[in-house]
């Protein structure tokens, strides 16, 4: 049986804000069964070529908000769901974001529901090329 695709193939991209590249942003799924309000998301953890990303510079996408990865614990709106099956945007603040080529990215959600006694991790890696 072949894996779910995690990562959007198309998703890898830099970003750039008044013509500068100012990071880059990737989509990747929710690896919850049941999907979740943002409200228990507690981390997402990214290294990019070895290099581990400082958490203040992750931000995500979910229905058309951006939020902080500390913003998104506060939101209590149920509008504000990752589905299972559903790509989220992760934005990561990297001045001159990624070189062109080959890379690889590791990826960690961690996810805290209310009703389990611990937090759930899924790691998520690729290769993929800007």
């Given at each position: 049986?072949?894996?779910?695709?995690?990562?959007?193939?198309?998703?890898?991209?830099?970003?750039?804000?008044?013509?500068?590249?100012?990071?880059?942003?990737?989509?990747?799924?929710a690896q919850?069964?049941?999907?979740?309000?943002?409200?228990?998301?507690?981390?997402?953890?990214?290294?990019?070529?070895?290099?581990?990303?400082?958490?203040?510079?992750?931000?995500?996408?979910?229905?058309?908000?951006?939020?902080?990865?500390?913003?998104?614990?506060?939101?209590?709106?149920?509008?504000y769901r990752?589905?299972?099956?559903?790509?989220?945007?992760?934005?990561?603040?990297?001045?001159?974001?990624?070189?062109?080529?080959?890379?690889?990215i590791n990826?960690?959600?961690?996810?805290?529901?209310?009703?389990?006694?611990?937090?759930?991790?899924?790691?998520?890696?690729?290769?993929?090329?800007?």
């Open positions: 049986m072949a894996g779910r695709q995690i990562y959007n193939p198309d998703g890898f991209k830099n970003t750039e804000n008044a013509g500068n590249v100012t990071g880059f942003e990737f989509q990747f799924k919850y069964y049941r999907g979740f309000t943002l409200s228990i998301l507690r981390d997402i953890k990214v290294n990019i070529d070895g290099e581990d990303i400082p958490r203040e510079n992750i931000s995500i996408k979910v229905n058309g908000e951006v939020f902080t990865l500390e913003e998104a614990r506060t939101v209590i709106d149920s509008d990752w589905e299972f099956g559903e790509y989220a945007t992760v934005y990561v603040k990297k001045e001159g974001g990624l070189a062109p080529g080959a890379h690889h990826a960690l959600q961690v996810i805290a529901p209310s009703y389990m006694p611990f937090q759930l991790e899924s790691v998520c890696e690729a290769d993929f090329e800007i």
